[in-house]
């Protein structure tokens, strides 16, 4: 770990409760939904992280719980120094409260999560699709998401999807 980051992350634990994992160079907090506003609020007034870098999420299906985290790439300038913040999240309908009070680029990155993954954030001021036509239904890169006409073929079930795919007639 760089030895700008021990401090904020030994802080960090002191005042969230939240330990720092390290892999392959990137530092990385796993946190509560109900501390995201507070500890984001911390990190960019109190050590100079003024910049959200990047926002998006993985989808973990089938497992339920949790079956999202929610991956924030936050950026210090002055420091030139980086922070992950991970939230995990239960369910088919998950929710955080908007980052856009604090970065205002929050705003593009929240609508395409909401597009992509359905995770809503609350208190947006303008979530609505960015990526897909505003009359599409669901959320492409859930994991859920149906592909198609054809089911994907791997080698646990090569014999039933042959049996199903349309065959060119001789």
């Not at 984001?40 to 992280?49: D, H, P, S």
């Given at each position: 770990m760089e030895d700008l980051l021990k401090p904020i992350t030994e802080t960090i634990h002191q005042r969230f409760g939240v330990e720092a994992?390290?892999?392959h160079g990137l530092v990385s907090l796993t946190i509560h939904p109900e501390q995201l506003i507070s500890l984001?609020?911390?990190?960019?007034?109190?050590?100079?992280?003024?910049?959200l870098a990047a926002e998006t999420a993985v989808d973990y299906w089938p497992e339920q719980s949790p079956r999202f985290h929610m991956i924030y790439e936050l950026y210090s300038t002055p420091q030139n120094i980086g922070l992950e913040l991970r939230v995990p999240l239960d369910g088919n309908a998950p929710s955080l409260p908007t980052l856009e009070i604090l970065y205002a680029n929050a705003n593009w990155h929240e609508r395409e999560v909401w597009d992509m993954f359905g995770i809503k954030f609350e208190g947006h001021s303008d979530l609505r699709r960015i990526l897909m036509p505003f009359d599409w239904e669901g959320h492409p890169l859930r994991k859920d998401y149906p592909l198609g006409y054809e089911e994907l073929q791997f080698t646990f079930n090569f014999d039933q999807v042959?049996?199903?795919k349309p065959h060119p007639k001789s």
């Open positions: 994992h390290e892999s984001v609020k911390t990190l960019r007034n109190e050590f100079k992280f003024d910049m042959m049996i199903h």
